[in-house]
């Protein structure tokens, strides 16, 4: 099993940054793929951006790509969700996401789950 961890998040105005960790526990961090998802009050958790276990391919959601980007460091156990250009509709509680299969990942089916950490932008 993994545990994984969430920091970062905070109050900011649109327009601003911040960059959200996610540490994982254990000692085969690098065998997962990972990602980030978000809720919104009243929304369904939604896709936010993936990163494969090497790290080469990252995946975005439309309303974020551009902007947020994606990266991990297999050596600190650690994946970051860089956050620029932020808008209002960015609130949300951030959650990471871990699985082998990719493909659950990015439908929101990840194996382990963070217990998220929130993300207010101010207009």
């Known amino acids: 099993q993994v545990q994984l961890v969430e920091s970062g998040g905070g109050l900011v105005q649109a327009g601003g940054s911040l960059r959200l960790s996610c540490a994982a526990s254990g000692r085969t961090f690098s065998s997962y793929n990972m990602g980030w998802f978000r809720q919104a009050p009243g929304k369904e958790r939604e896709f936010v951006a993936s990163i494969t276990r090497s790290g080469n391919t990252p995946g975005y959601a439309d309303s974020v790509k551009g902007r947020f980007t994606i990266s991990r460091d297999n050596a600190k156990n650690t994946v970051y969700l860089q956050m620029n250009s932020l808008k209002p509709e960015d609130t949300a509680v951030y959650y990471c996401?871990?699985?082998?299969?990719?493909?659950?990942?990015?439908?929101?089916?990840?194996?382990?789950w963070g217990q998220g950490t929130q993300v207010t932008v101010s207009s």
């Open positions: 996401a871990a699985d082998f299969a990719l493909g659950s990942l990015r439908l929101g089916r990840g194996d382990y």
